[in-house]
């Protein structure tokens, strides 16, 4: 038996095959328990000992050169198959089922996590309440005018002497009193309390139904100072780190002194200008959002001595703040969802947006 | 309410070198907010924000003392020019004139009959100023009554002196179904709480404080007039006025209670205006009925108080200054006590030391104090609403990623929808003063929403999968409704697609449920309809909806929905499922074929009670009557050979067997 005349053999039969098929079948005629190697191993039964072990060597070095081989040509065509795989990754996949959170749901997360840092715990009040805490105990009694200014949803439930009426809550500040009462009227408070609200209005930029979140805090020694730094907290981690806020004197019942709050517009960022189209406008215009390089937030205050009197608590021991903004409105400011009509109307075309 | 005054009539009470911009600057982080600056027929108009605790602000008087007290904060110049008005001399004898409020209704009345020269249009000035500030120009009498008020801040009303034949102003209650016609000619109906003048003679010939009527007014043939102002109980004034819808500028300041000393004030300049513009000349002598002269308020309190209430130290020397630049009269002793008399502008408003905290920060600068967060406190969160909160978003964002959408609907539904799903209306809480019928009653299902949801989304999109998580408000027989979260979700796909989501749901929350054939949710076909339960807690249905309610809403295709009780499944939650170590031992799986009687939680629990080693049951299929399940068994403590595995499976057999016999 001549080996390189073998050899040259297997050479001629692998440079032949194009496919690994080819070669994988050639491995199984070499190879195999029928292969042609194993037939030359029974053929040397014959040989005499000396003649047998030269066989025998040469056979295994044959056997090594044949997988070798093999070898070498399978991962040749293996390279040139992988190069002919080839997909068009820009053509669009086939459809995963995709839903979505209602954007009310995705602010009252993140702002439930904002207040969460700071040690403020989320709670949440009845939305059917009786007039005593939607106005008395917020220091607005029957008389007062500044009922008016919330013109409440009353309900047809059969009113309670004490109580009053059963109305739909109009703010979450039925949470105040409430809370203070969940405490045995001892603080310390520092309570985020979010909430639909209810007021009868409904037109281009209200909704009879809306969100509030409503942050309490009492303890001792509370101040403006604490107000403002929290504010100036909450305003950074929820608009941006560029975002200043200030306060302008207001007039609520349940607090005093009251405040409106403003934050720099998160479109022009404070500078009331309208960004520049063309460079060569000689006057730039103003923001449209603001006009002032201002937005209004919502309302806040020190809380009213006679608002902790009506929850037990000693306003010659304990002060505190509060606020109650929209969730629609931060909404609108951060994210400019505008058309804050479209939030209650289940219309698939605006909840698939988020 | 919002006042309009120009910058030139502010000019008349204030002396500054502050521009339009700088006042509307410093008014708006200190005061009464400047929301616009106008530039009308070169004049410069400022569009004021009053709040209704500062009714003293809501004029050219109120706006320049604010000024005045604000602008040197800031390095400018203010101060308050207050116009010196003399007492008009009077004749000796009067012409008959009589004014009676018998029962006090009034704090105070002040009248002065005068003769004018004539009626005729205002001068210049006037008339620009009135339209500027928002209202008609009529005459020179009428224009003037509202030149006084927005100038000084009270309301005033001049009567046609020969129209009232009697001379006499009686103030009383309306009787009840006693009618007026107002001088803008419309017809009131009123009520016995209202306060209306009478002539002697039982004829109303005022709704003083609000608006007059057309059979006292000045026409263009007046001679005489009655110059009148009165300051009359705010309250009664908000009511009448809310209950006609009237809403003038002058009742919507006399409701705020304005100051009664400034009626005077605006007495005498009316009384000067009219002099100056029309050559009127009185006729009678100044009636003043002022019983009860209204007195200055007092508060005691500290610089120390001021300091802690703030979170900073203002100085003495400011605080002090502020104070009696806003016309406080302030008396320091121990060297930071303060006994601070509230003039009588504001005793309504300022009344606790925490109002005079709001006037000194107000005014020192919001701006001006530092931004510190409280010292942290540890309040602990009622275990109950921690998991509400994160089992509600938890779910949410499950059923978010397993592409179902989020919907939040009103809380309240219409009489319609409640009609389509078979509902008494008398069974529900309904809101009393709704403004639209689309939302007066308050739900008890979330269910009735969804399928409309998806009724109005029809051709938008024809797969749906929606969820809500909302209150149902369920009236008691006593006292507030009972606030209950539920869950719901809706498809109109399939029941399958139904199943498999509230099955997934439980699965992710780690609750093990059974279910049962049938019901309780009446909007539910009873007989596609299931209960999910564990032991004896139910947690909700789930189901088809009734088809006739569907009809009812035009829907054609079947919808299915579950409705579950949102604080039932959160309290059944674990974050974590019970461990259970996976078995060493082999499983091996064998299926069976056998006729199908009763339910599949019914044929799964004879399946476990027959075979002690089997640990699932899958359905691999059904045909005609016939079912295949696929059953696999293990041994905890050794593998089991298949001979064992083949004598469970025929125990199985075995089991399903006796159920035919």
């Not at chain 1, 007021?199 to 509370?222: S, Y």
């Not at chain 2, 080693?613 to 295949?628: G, P, Q, R």
Request: proline share 4%.
């Amino acid at each position: 038996m001549d080996i390189l005349v073998l050899q040259k053999t297997v050479r001629e039969e692998l440079a032949k095959a194009t496919a690994v098929q080819a070669v994988s079948d050639l491995e199984l005629s070499y190879l195999g328990r029928n292969g042609k190697i194993n037939e030359l191993l029974k053929d040397i039964k014959s040989l005499s000992l000396e003649q047998k072990k030269t066989a025998g060597k040469d056979i295994n070095s044959f056997k090594s050169f044949v997988a070798e081989e093999i070898n070498k040509t399978k991962n040749i065509l293996y390279l040139k198959e992988d190069q002919k795989i080839s997909v068009d990754v820009t053509l669009p996949s086939s459809e995963d089922a995709s839903g979505s959170l209602h954007p009310i749901t995705i602010a009252v997360n993140e702002i439930t996590g904002i207040f969460n840092k700071i040690g403020f715990i989320r709670m949440s009040y009845p939305e059917v309440d009786w007039e005593y805490y939607a106005f008395e105990t917020l220091n607005m009694p029957v008389t007062h005018a500044a009922r008016d200014d919330f013109e409440t949803t009353f309900l047809s439930g059969s009113a309670d002497k004490k109580m009053g009426k059963m109305v739909l809550t109009p703010h979450t500040s039925n949470g105040q009193v409430r809370e203070m009462e969940r405490l045995k009227s001892t603080p310390p408070i520092r309570m985020i309390n979010i909430g639909k609200c209810y007021r009868p209005n409904w037109d281009a930029t209200h909704t009879p139904m809306f969100h509030q979140f409503e942050g309490l805090c009492v303890d001792k020694g509370i101040t403006i100072a604490n107000l403002k730094g929290t504010l100036d907290y909450f305003v950074k981690s929820y608009f941006g780190e560029n975002t200043e806020v200030r306060l302008r004197p207001h007039h609520f019942q349940f607090t005093e002194p009251s405040f409106e709050v403003d934050i720099t517009c998160t479109v022009c960022k404070g500078t009331a200008l309208a960004p520049l189209a063309t460079a060569s406008v000689a006057r730039q215009a103003k923001c449209k959002i603001c006009k002032s390089g201002w937005l209004e937030l919502g309302g806040t205050g020190m809380v009213h001595p006679n608002v902790l009197k009506a929850g037990g608590i000693d306003p010659l021991v304990y002060s505190g703040w509060a606020f109650g903004f929209g969730i629609e409105r931060v909404n609108m400011m951060k994210y400019g969802i505008d058309d804050i009509r479209n939030y209650y109307t289940g219309d698939i075309r605006f909840l698939n947006l988020f | 309410m919002n006042i309009k005054i120009t910058h030139s009539w502010l000019l008349e009470y204030l002396e500054t070198d502050a521009t339009p911009l700088e006042i509307q600057k410093y008014l708006s982080l200190c005061g009464p907010s400047v929301e616009r600056i106008e530039e009308v027929n070169g004049e410069t108009v400022y569009d004021i924000e009053i709040t209704s605790n500062r009714i003293d602000t809501a004029s050219v008087l109120g706006i320049a003392r604010e000024a005045a007290a604000i602008l040197p904060m800031f390095g400018k110049k203010a101060i308050l020019k207050k116009r010196l008005l003399k007492t008009p001399e009077v004749p000796s004898s009067s012409v008959p004139i009589e004014i009676i409020d018998e029962k006090g209704i009034c704090r105070r009345v002040l009248g002065i009959v005068m003769e004018v020269y004539e009626v005729s249009s205002a001068p210049d000035y006037i008339a620009k100023r009135v339209l500027l500030t928002g209202t008609r120009s009529i005459n020179n009498l009428v224009d003037i009554t509202n030149y006084v008020m927005t100038e000084i801040g009270h309301p005033t009303h001049v009567f046609d002196y020969d129209r009232i034949a009697t001379h006499r102003l009686i103030l009383r209650h309306a009787k009840k179904g006693e009618e007026i016609i107002t001088l803008d000619e419309k017809k009131y109906t009123l009520d016995e709480s209202d306060i209306v003048i009478d002539d002697g003679a039982g004829r109303v010939i005022d709704l003083p404080g609000i608006m007059g009527t057309a059979n006292s007014v000045v026409t263009n043939e007046t001679k005489r007039i009655l110059f009148f102002i009165e300051s009359n109980d705010p309250v009664s004034i908000r009511r009448t006025s809310m209950r006609y819808g009237i809403r003038t500028m002058a009742s919507t300041i006399n409701e705020k209670n304005p100051d009664v000393e400034l009626a005077y004030t605006a007495f005498l300049r009316g009384i000067e205006l009219f002099t100056e513009v029309a050559a009127a000349k009185p006729l009678s002598p100044l009636i003043d009925i002022y019983p009860n002269k209204v007195k200055t308020g007092l508060i005691n309190t500290s610089k120390s108080f001021i300091d802690t209430k703030v979170g900073a130290a203002i100085p003495l020397k400011t605080i002090v200054s502020i104070l009696t630049n806003l016309d406080f009269i302030v008396e320091v002793t121990n060297g930071e006590e303060l006994s601070i008399t509230v003039p009588t502008h504001r005793v309504s408003d300022v009344t606790i030391p925490e109002d005079i905290v709001e006037e000194v920060a107000r005014v020192y600068g919001y701006f001006a104090i530092s931004s510190v967060l409280q010292r942290p406190a540890y309040v602990i969160q009622p275990k109950d609403k921690e998991n509400l909160f994160h089992y509600q978003y938890e779910v949410k964002s499950f059923l978010k990623h397993k592409g179902y959408a989020e919907v939040m609907n009103y809380s309240a539904c219409s009489p319609m929808l409640l009609q389509a799903f078979g509902q008494k209306q008398e069974d529900y809480l309904h809101i009393t003063n709704s403004i639209s019928e689309d939302i007066k009653f308050l739900r008890q299902s979330l269910i009735p929403s969804l399928v409309q949801n998806i009724k109005q989304n029809e051709g938008f999109s024809p797969h749906m999968h929606l969820f809500e998580i909302a209150k149902t408000y369920i009236p008691q027989e006593k006292g507030l409704p009972q606030e209950e979260f539920m869950l719901s979700i809706t498809v109109n796909t399939s029941f399958d697609d139904l199943k498999k989501i509230v099955t997934a749901l439980f699965a992710n929350l780690n609750i093990a449920t059974e279910i049962v054939q049938g019901g309780a949710n009446e909007f539910l076909l009873a007989s596609v309809q299931g209960t999910v339960k564990s032991g004896n807690e139910i947690f909700g249905s789930f189901g088809q909806v009734t088809p006739q309610f569907c009809r009812n809403l035009e829907l054609d295709k079947s919808v299915f929905a579950a409705e579950l009780y949102f604080e039932q499944l959160m309290m059944a939650a674990r974050k974590m499922p019970i461990y259970k170590a996976f078995s060493q031992y082999a499983h091996i799986t064998l299926d069976l074929t056998f006729k199908k009687i009763g339910s599949y939680t019914q044929i799964k629990e004879r399946a476990f009670v027959a075979s002690e080693k089997l640990i699932s049951v899958a359905l691999k299929d059904t045909y005609k009557d016939t079912i295949t399940l696929r059953f696999v068994f293990t041994d905890p403590a050794k593998n089991l050979t298949e001979q064992e595995a083949l004598e469970q499976l025929e125990k199985i057999k075995i089991g399903m067997e006796s159920v035919k016999k």
